[in-house]
């Protein structure tokens, strides 16, 4: 049974940086599409950046230049590091991993889902 487990939320200040870690079990994320997702209260499920298969990244355009999604399919894990971060990055940010080597930025084409970890950025 695939479990993927996020960690290295919490608070901040505007400005201020995170690092997030996704850590898989259950199966190797070598060659699979993995990606981070956030929800904010009352809004849905967005997009923030993935990493497929053979490395390639994309952001989310609220993000980028801010943000840098890794992994390191040797340990088996995914980070977000999250830098200048702003009152509006505030949300559970949620890690995610796809059966397929390319999947993009719709939370549908990701299979498996951690439990989420909360962050919150003060102004």
């Known amino acids: 049974q695939v479990q993927l487990v996020e960690s290295g939320g919490g608070s901040v200040q505007a400005g201020g940086s995170l690092r997030l870690s996704c850590a898989a079990s259950?199966?190797?994320?070598?060659?699979?599409?993995m990606a981070w997702f956030r929800q904010a209260p009352g809004k849905g499920r967005e997009f923030v950046a993935t990493i497929n298969g053979r490395y390639s990244t994309l952001y989310a355009s609220s993000v980028k230049g801010r943000f840098a999604i890794s992994r390191d399919n040797t340990k088996n894990t995914m980070t977000l590091e999250m830098n200048s971060l702003k009152p509006e990055d505030t949300a559970v940010y949620f890690c995610s991993l796809a059966q397929g080597v390319f999947a993009g930025l719709s939370a549908g084409e990701y299979d498996y889902w951690g439990q989420g970890t909360q962050v919150t950025v003060s102004s």
């Open positions: 259950g199966r190797t994320i070598s060659g699979y599409s």
